[in-house]
């Protein structure tokens, strides 16, 4: 009775690995089916919302490109300071204490108000920047619940619930088989499960 019970033990383990296998392919079979479809949503999804996405990045671009021009702006400003005091004729003028005082008050103030623009605008650019971050989970997040109607997807579930329950039975008979080697045991490569499996001698 002994060797009839260890007999059906290799009998059923040699068909649960050999089931094991064929899940395995097929789930990953479904899972670069699945891949190349939810790239197809996603780019379907970013082509129903692509004006959205366009305006946003745009609205970027247009403050990138302010804020390059005001950077200029503050240049030519302190390029103007230093030519004005190293113009010699204004140096010689009794009035030129006053137009320098006048004059730093002047570009002072401008650049001020340009750092003050630029920092407006850095605020708005980054709050662009998370509102294109933020569209661009909500689009990932559409595409997957769009992969998630696919009736492939449904199979992909089930089948890892396949799996994992004959993994779970094959976890608890392996063990009992004889002189199995332990990584047989951990599952580590299917096929050769199988084959150690099929060339153990059976018992008379």
């Known amino acids: 009775m ?8 290799f009998t059923l383990a040699a068909e649960l690995i050999a089931g094991l296998i064929e899940i395995r392919n097929h789930i990953l079979k479904l899972t670069d089916d699945l891949g190349e479809e939810s790239n197809g949503f996603l780019r379907k999804v970013y082509e129903d919302y692509s004006d959205k996405i366009k305006e946003k990045v745009a609205l970027f ?25 190293k113009d010699e004729k204004a140096l010689g003028s009794f009035l030129f204490p006053l137009r320098l005082y006048a004059k730093k008050k002047q570009v002072r103030g401008r650049i001020r108000e340009l750092k003050q623009e630029i920092s407006s605008i850095a605020i708005k650019t980054r709050l662009i920047r998370e509102d294109i971050q933020r569209l661009q989970g909500d689009l990932e997040y559409e595409a997957a619940q769009r992969l998630k109607k696919d009736v492939r997807y449904e199979d992909y579930l089930s089948h890892l619930k396949l799996k994992s329950r004959l993994v779970e039975e094959l976890n608890y008979l392996l063990p009992t088989l004889a002189g ?18 099929k060339l153990q001698p059976r018992p008379e």
């Open 2 to 9: 002994a060797a009839e019970g260890l007999e059906r033990r």
């Open 61 to 85: 671009n247009q403050n990138v490109e302010k804020v390059k021009g005001l950077n200029h702006d503050i240049t030519n400003e302190v390029n103007g300071w230093y030519a004005f005091i």
């Open 180 to 197: 199995i080697p332990g990584k047989i045991i951990f599952l580590e490569n299917l096929e050769e499960t199988l084959a150690w499996i």
